[in-house]
């Protein structure tokens, strides 16, 4: 009797040591698999520069990728921080249509459909900031368990461009939640801390390396933060930081650049971030990051469109991106500038 409870334990014992290895290799071949896929596969779709088919991608693909590679105890979450940052992209272009619909149902005096047009945005607006968020903290998470340091408080020393890309993007993604979250009447509850802690981590990686990226989002928590940017020099910090992007084919810095400018209500200088952005010199897009300059192309071009849409009533003209409509020489050609003022 007692032997055959011994031999049963045994028989369970076993059956537990088995399935626990077998586990272990399920987790291994997993992780090698995410591996892989951000070594091999991501960096020919970020080659790609069509931002739609991207965060189409990003959005429909995620539910897939994130469950079955953790159903087999992989760890993707810098796999979803990209993701997400892409499929963020797709509910901010969606709320930027509600925006546009807002302003010209405001300049209408249709009242109902433009508390339709606020209402549908600001819903758009807290799907993209908890993307957003969610891809930080996936960044954050990751990076600092596989480097053993504080965000914000220390600097990781990398050892894959992959995993500064995505410390970068992440950051930025970061910093796009609290802004959204503000703008949705805070409905996720993005925490403000982000920012400052953003500004501090950016230190951590090459500006000449990443386009002129980092400095220029340090230089956007500059002009928002109160007290920041004292003692800092904020445009010249942007005018830097797009001349690397400029030659490294990212313009990136400009979108910040252009952000930064409405915020503080400086037109002349939003007005210069859309004509540098559009007209670069012999510029060339990055081949190896042309779905970064693409993404920062449609942003660019969504501000612009609030812009033009805020005063005139229609997003930007085909092609006109840093020409404004009194600026008649800089219209294209048969466009009547009484036209769109009427």
Same mark, same amino acid.
């Given at each position: =009797?007692?032997?055959?409870?011994?031999?049963?334990?045994?028989?369970?014992?076993?059956?537990?040591?088995?399935?626990?290895?077998?586990?272990?290799?399920?987790?291994?071949?997993?992780?090698?698999?995410?591996?892989?896929?951000?070594?091999?596969?991501?960096?020919?779709?970020?080659?790609?520069?069509?931002?739609? =088919?991207?965060?189409?991608?990003?959005?429909?693909?995620?539910?897939?990728?994130?469950?079955?590679?953790?159903?087999?105890?992989?760890?993707?979450?810098?796999?979803?921080?990209?993701?997400?940052?892409?499929?963020?992209?797709?509910?901010?272009?969606? /709320?930027?249509?509600?925006?546009?619909?807002?302003?010209?149902?405001?300049?209408?005096?249709?009242?109902?459909?433009?508390?339709? /047009?606020?209402?549908?945005?600001?819903?758009?607006?807290?799907?993209?900031?908890?993307?957003?968020?969610?891809?930080?903290?996936?960044?954050?998470? &990751?990076?600092?368990?596989?480097?053993?340091?504080?965000?914000?408080?220390?600097?990781?020393?990398?050892?894959?461009?992959?995993?500064?890309?995505?410390?970068?993007?992440?950051?930025?993604?970061?910093?796009?939640?609290?802004?959204?979250?503000?703008?949705?009447?805070?409905?996720?509850?993005?925490?403000?801390?982000? /920012?400052?802690?953003?500004?501090?981590?950016?230190?951590?990686?090459?500006?000449?390396?990443?386009?002129?990226?980092?400095?220029?989002?340090?230089?956007?928590?500059?002009?928002?933060?109160?007290?920041?940017?004292?003692? &800092?020099?904020?445009?010249?910090?942007?005018?830097?930081?797009?001349?690397?992007?400029?030659?490294?084919?990212?313009?990136?810095?400009?979108?910040?650049?252009?952000?930064?400018?409405?915020?503080?209500?400086?037109?002349?200088?939003?007005?210069?971030?859309? &004509?540098?952005?559009?007209?670069?010199?012999?510029?060339?897009?990055?081949?190896?990051? /042309?779905?970064?300059?693409?993404?920062?192309?449609?942003?660019?071009?969504?501000?612009?469109?609030?812009?033009?849409?805020?005063?005139?009533?229609?997003?930007?003209?085909?092609?006109? =991106?840093?020409?404004?409509?009194?600026?008649?020489?800089?219209?294209?050609?048969?466009?009547?500038?009484?036209?769109?003022?009427?």
């Amino acid at each position: =009797m007692i032997r055959a409870g011994v031999w049963r334990i045994l028989a369970i014992s076993g059956v537990v040591a088995f399935a626990a290895g077998c586990a272990s290799v399920e987790r291994g071949a997993t992780n090698l698999a995410i591996n892989l896929i951000e070594r091999r596969i991501i960096p020919p779709q970020l080659e790609i520069d069509d931002v739609d =088919m991207a965060c189409r991608f990003a959005t429909g693909n995620f539910p897939l990728i994130s469950g079955g590679t953790r159903a087999f105890g992989g760890d993707p979450q810098l796999l979803e921080s990209l993701l997400l940052v892409s499929s963020a992209a797709c509910s901010e272009q969606r /709320a930027v249509e509600e925006e546009l619909r807002y302003l010209r149902a405001s300049k209408q005096n249709n009242i109902v459909e433009a508390q339709d /047009a606020r209402i549908g945005q600001k819903r758009l607006l807290e799907i993209t900031a908890r993307r957003q968020l969610r891809a930080f903290e996936a960044m954050r998470n &990751k990076l600092e368990d596989k480097y053993n340091f504080e965000y914000g408080e220390g600097c990781p020393e990398f050892e894959r461009d992959f995993d500064e890309l995505t410390y970068l993007l992440g950051t930025v993604a970061g910093l796009q939640a609290v802004v959204n979250d503000i703008a949705s009447q805070q409905m996720v509850g993005v925490p403000t801390d982000i /920012a400052p802690k953003s500004e501090r981590a950016l230190t951590c990686i090459s500006n000449a390396k990443w386009w002129g990226a980092p400095n220029a989002a340090r230089a956007v928590v500059w002009s928002i933060l109160p007290g920041a940017s004292e003692g &800092k020099d904020v445009w010249g910090t942007f005018r830097l930081s797009m001349l690397i992007g400029e030659r490294q084919g990212v313009r990136l810095s400009h979108v910040m650049y252009g952000l930064s400018a409405l915020a503080v209500g400086d037109t002349p200088r939003f007005r210069d971030a859309t &004509k540098r952005f559009a007209n670069v010199k012999d510029f060339k897009s990055s081949q190896q990051y /042309a779905l970064v300059d693409s993404l920062a192309g449609a942003v660019m071009l969504n501000l612009s469109d609030r812009y033009w849409t805020e005063n005139v009533g229609t997003r930007t003209p085909v092609n006109s =991106m840093g020409k404004y409509w009194d600026e008649e020489a800089a219209m294209p050609a048969g466009m009547n500038v009484d036209d769109l003022l009427n």
